[in-house]
């Protein structure tokens, strides 16, 4: 613990000095990309500025550090249109992936009913994703987004993991979501931001808008909110300084669904400070009461909720180095929730209900490399390497009176298949098994929030990612993973229904090895005309579960494999 909290207090010293590096350097127009990310500006996001906005008298326009010279978006860049009347632009992307992967054993929780494993070792699954997008000027934009079709068209359906929001149990290929549609107005000094839009803020670690290309994996639902807000420089358009207003009710997030009955409520204020696209720091407090639809509760007269603030620091910077052909950069993000939980569902000597704390915790930071080739927009990275830790605090004991595992967003992906997979199927199991009514005992809202959905979770975890791009147009990676549980690794459902104080395969949990993972991936990418891009890849990773997932007899878990072949249209 003491070498991992050293490492994120190096890698947030190192994001603070490259800022404070920057701090003279020029400032750059920059463009609105598809979607939200420009226009929307959920600091430290980015944003959609003119160059009338951000230039200074004396200022040269110099290329900085761009997301795509680590990860490429096929899609189009789209710029605000200034000299049109309305401007309407279509845009999207259609992808297939096929997966093949090992079986995963489950734990069955003595249900009669449930099979001993996952039950799926291949999937084929498709989406159409589209993003229409009007502009009056600039005082108004309208941007909407759905997904349809989509969904699993073949494959062999999972088994009793209904509470992971995506169990793939069945195939449904013309399945409609319909994921944004929003009004941004133009206030002068800011914007207000009125409709059902995506929030994204810094590193990903507690909001993710599920529209960004992944290192390894495939894109998720993220998170959507019904908003009014307001996000601007109230100091002048040239000020550094960025407020963001929002008070929002959650349409979709981790663990949370509108439209299966949760009810979440939030509020939101943030500072950044924002020197450019990549070069920015932000601090944002969020107030959320939340409350669940619990089937198995519905007529009990029962009301479960959970009322928390949490803080975030995010910041995240580059510097140019070797004549501004090869970038170091960094980003980090930590982030606290405080609160009261009713989930935990303690009962107190006179048989009344009594609340729990809530106390969570977490950690990432970043630093890599990238050189860097060709000029302007055909500059691309050539090669490049990061290393990133994490930490997300556990819960060693779910029934005190204390919560504090913390589970991070899922959008913000780490390896292919310990957290994607294991930890996922794991948890979905665990979070099934004690909604199932076959269990003759009071109803439990103790599952709540426990399927991870492919996020961080009670552990610590080590990662690098290596890029070689021969051309353009071709990437190539290699990444390893190394996690290990932070405290006792223990699973809820176990304790609560078979009064079993073990991990998630049963077996002992001070064991805290989790696993190491090697993944890699090759990906190809064709433009066609100035609208119309095309790329084919695969991915492939192999995990060692650690003891960690052992089960009580100490066996572990046999090597995990996971190959995904995917197709794209971008346009």
């Known amino acids: ?136 000027r600039r005082w108004l934009t309208v941007i909407s987004q759905f997904d349809l079709p989509h969904g699993m068209v073949m494959g062999r359906g999972t088994h009793d993991v209904e509470q992971d929001p995506e169990p793939f149990d069945t195939a449904r290929p013309f399945r409609f979501t319909g994921r944004w549609f929003y009004a941004i107005v133009d206030a002068g000094r800011g914007r207000l931001m009125i409709g059902q839009l995506p929030v994204r803020w810094g590193v990903g670690l507690i909001a993710g808008d599920g529209d960004q290309p992944q290192t390894f994996g495939e894109l998720r639902g993220g ?34 669904r509108l439209s299966k009955g949760d009810l979440a409520a939030r509020g939101t204020l943030a500072v950044s400070y924002v020197m450019d696209s990549w070069r920015r720091t932000g601090v944002m407090i969020r107030a959320e009461h939340w409350q669940p639809a619990l089937p198995r509760f519905q007529g009990s007269g029962v009301t479960l909720r959970e009322r928390t603030l949490t803080f975030d620091w995010t910041g995240r910077a580059y510097l140019p180095i070797s004549g501004k052909k090869t970038y170091i950069f960094a980003e980090s993000e930590a982030a606290a929730q405080v609160g009261v939980t009713d989930f935990n569902q303690r009962v107190g000597a006179d048989g009344t209900a009594l609340s729990s704390r809530v106390r969570r915790t977490a950690l990432v930071a970043r630093i890599g490399a990238v050189q860097t080739e060709g000029q302007g927009q055909h500059r691309f990275g050539r090669l490049g390497a990061d290393i990133e830790w994490g930490w997300a605090s556990n819960d060693a004991d779910p029934t005190d009176d204390t919560d504090s595992r913390f589970v991070t967003h899922p959008n913000r992906r780490v390896g292919l298949i310990l957290f994607d997979q294991v930890l996922r199927w794991k948890t979905a199991r665990a ?10 005992r009071r109803p439990s809202a103790i599952g709540v929030g426990l399927p991870t959905e492919g996020g961080i979770a009670g552990a610590t975890y080590v990662c690098s990612t290596f890029l070689v791009r021969p051309h353009q147009d071709l990437d190539l990676r290699a990444g ?65 579960p650690g003891r960690a997932f052992a089960d009580q007899s100490g066996n572990k878990l046999p090597t995990q494999a996971l190959a995904r072949g995917r197709f794209g249209i971008y346009f």
Do not use: C
């Open 223 to 256: 998170t959507i909110v019904d908003r009014i807000g307001y996000v601007g420089r109230p100091l002048g358009r040239k000020s550094p300084f960025e407020l963001q207003l929002a008070t929002d009710l959650v349409a979709s997030d981790r663990a949370i």
């Open 431 to 440: 979070a099934t098994a004690l909604q199932d009514p076959s269990w003759a």
């Open 1 to 136: 613990m003491k070498i991992v909290g050293k490492s994120f207090v190096v890698v947030s010293f190192a994001t603070t000095a490259l800022l404070a590096s920057g701090a003279h350097a020029t400032s750059v127009a920059l463009k609105a990309v598809d979607g939200p990310i420009g226009v929307v500006a959920n600091p430290p996001g980015d944003v959609s500025s003119s160059s009338s906005e951000r230039e200074a008298p004396g200022e040269i326009d110099e290329p900085g550090y761009e997301e795509r010279y680590w990860q490429v978006d096929p899609r189009q860049e789209v710029t605000l249109t200034l000299d049109e009347s309305i401007a309407l632009h279509l845009s999207g992307q259609y992808r297939i992936d096929y997966s093949q992967k090992s079986e995963l054993p489950l734990s069955t929780y003595k249900i009669a009913t449930y099979r001993p494993s996952l039950g799926q070792s291949y999937l084929l699954e498709h989406r159409l994703r589209i993003t229409p997008r009007v502009s009056v």
């Open 480 to 544: 390893f993973l190394v996690a290990d549980a932070v405290g006792d690794w223990v699973d809820p459902a176990g304790v609560t229904l078979l009064g079993r104080y073990g991990n998630f395969d049963g077996g002992n949990p001070t064991w805290r090895d989790l696993g190491v993972e090697f993944d890699g991936s090759v990906e190809y990418r064709h433009l066609w005309s100035e609208t119309i891009a095309t790329s084919v890849g695969i991915e492939a990773g192999a995990a060692l």
